[in-house]
T-cell receptor, first 111, second 113 residues
Framework: EDQVTQSPEALRLQEGESSSLNCSYT??????LFWYRQDPGKGPEFLFT???AGEEKEKERLKATLTKKESFLHITAPKPEDSATYLC????????????FGTGTSLTVIP | KAGVTQTPRYLIKTRGQQVTLSCSPI?????VSWYQQTPGQGLQFLFE???????NKGNFPGRFSGRQFSNSRSEMNVSTLELGDSALYLC????????????FGSGTRLTVV
C-alpha cells in the first residue's frame, strides 16, 4: 500500500538554528514528490516538485532533496516567519495521478 | 491574478443534513481537485474533475459527490452528514489534468454538530 510518513511531527528551533524535515515514502510508480507549506487558516502553498533521485531544489532558506526512499527539506538559518506546517505529497502513476499527503511537520521558530 | 476561491469559509450543519461547497478555480485552470483535511488523517483525496468529467475518485463513501461546470467552477456535496465529516475541505486547481502545479484555496471549515 502506498504510504507517506513525515517526521518529526513537531519541531521547535531557535532562530538561526538549521535543521531538516524528513518525508519517507513507499509507493509504486513515483511520478513526483511535492513539498507544501501551510499556515494556520490557509490552504497549502506550493514550494517544490522533485521528480527523480538525486534532484535538488532551492528557494531562499529552503532546500529539498530526493532519494529513492525519502526526501528532506533542509531549513538553513530559519526565521520566525518560517513557522508553519510543512507537508509532503507524492503522486503515483498507478493511482490515476492521485496525490498522497503526509500528515505534516509543524515547525515553530523562536526569536 | 485571483487565486482559488472557496465559499463559504465556515459552515455549521446538523447531523443528517446535506451541504454543498463551492470552488472557483484560477482563471484558465481546467482541473479541480478536492481534499478533506483532518488533524488525524491529514489531507485525503476526494476527487478530481477535468473538463466537467470526474477523472479520479478517492476512497470515500457515496455520500460525497461532486461536479464541475463548463466554466470550470466546481461544487462538492455531502449528504446525510455525520460527525466525522467535520473537517477542512480544500479545493485545488491546476492548468492540466493530474494536479501538477496545484494551487489550493483557503478551504471551507465544516463543523457537524
Amino acid at each position: 500500500e502506498d504510504q507517506v510518513t513525515q517526521s518529526p511531527e513537531a519541531l521547535r528551533l531557535q532562530e538561526g538554528e538549521s535543521s531538516s524535515l524528513n518525508c519517507s515514502y513507499t509507493v509504486s510508480g513515483l511520478r513526483g514528490l511535492f513539498w507544501y507549506r501551510q499556515d494556520p487558516g490557509k490552504g497549502p502553498e506550493f514550494l517544490f516538485t522533485l521528480y527523480s533521485a538525486g534532484e535538488e531544489k532551492e528557494k531562499e532558506r529552503l532546500k529539498a532533496t530526493l532519494t529513492k526512499k525519502e526526501s528532506f527539506l533542509h531549513i538553513t538559518a530559519p526565521k520566525p516567519e518560517d513557522s508553519a506546517t510543512y507537508l509532503c505529497a507524492v503522486q503515483t502513476s498507478n493511482t490515476g495521478n492521485q496525490f498522497y499527503f503526509g500528515t505534516g511537520t509543524s515547525l515553530t521558530v523562536i526569536p | 491574478k485571483a487565486g482559488v476561491t472557496q465559499t463559504p469559509r465556515y459552515l455549521i450543519k446538523t447531523r443528517g443534513q446535506q451541504v454543498t461547497l463551492s470552488c472557483s478555480p484560477i482563471s484558465g485552470h481546467r482541473s479541480v481537485s478536492w481534499y478533506q483535511q483532518t488533524p488525524g488523517q491529514g489531507l485525503q483525496f476526494l476527487f478530481e474533475y477535468f473538463s466537467e468529467t470526474q477523472r479520479n475518485k478517492g476512497n470515500f463513501p457515496g455520500r460525497f459527490s461532486g461536479r464541475q461546470f463548463s466554466n470550470s467552477r466546481s461544487e462538492m456535496n455531502v449528504s446525510t452528514l455525520e460527525l466525522g465529516d467535520s473537517a477542512l475541505y480544500l479545493c485545488a486547481s491546476s492548468l492540466a489534468e493530474g494536479g501538477h502545479g496545484y494551487t489550493f484555496g483557503s478551504g471551507t471549515r465544516l463543523t457537524v454538530v
